[in-house]
């Protein structure tokens, strides 16, 4: 009898426990969520005292690692527009670049920063600066408008 008994009741606690509570997700699961947002956040400063200094820096604002991807060596580029919206100046013109994959890995809350020089020889007037960053998966762009006298 008592044989019996237990042959009828292991399967209900199998079942039981297979069906019973999940464990809640630990606190290193819930800091790979993303954070609110966009998973790449970016800013572009441009400095016109003497040369004109750009800088382009991306942060990753996602709660775990990102990686970008990039079709080519050409990982960002910075244009120089003026006022009719036609290219004065281009970081990578005349520049070479390999053609191959590339791959960067960001870790969390992690910046990188792109910085370029521009020697404007006798350009005067309003522009606009439009930094990219050539990234397949996450690609950014960013403009901000400035004056040389």
């Known amino acids: 009898m008592r044989r019996r008994f237990l042959l009828l009741f292991f399967p209900v606690l199998l079942v039981a426990t297979a069906c019973g509570p999940r464990a809640r997700a630990t606190e290193s699961a819930a800091r790979q969520r993303l ?64 053609q191959t994959l590339q791959n960067r890995i960001l870790d969390a809350s992690e910046t990188v920063s792109y910085a370029a020089e521009w020697q404007p020889e006798t350009a005067h007037g309003a522009f606009v600066a439009v930094a990219s960053l050539r990234s397949e998966n996450h690609p950014v762009e960013q403009r901000v408008r400035f004056v040389l006298p």
């Not at 016109?48 to 990686?67: P, S």
């Not at 080519?72 to 281009?90: A, K, N």
């Open 35 to 98: 954070v609110d947002g966009p998973p790449v956040v970016s800013s572009f400063d441009v400095s016109t005292q003497g040369d004109v200094r750009f800088a382009l820096h991306v942060t990753n604002n996602a709660g775990k690692r990102m990686e970008l991807t990039f079709p080519s060596g050409l990982t960002h580029d910075i244009v120089v527009l003026d006022d009719l919206g036609r290219e004065v100046w281009r970081w990578s013109e005349g520049r070479m670049f390999t």
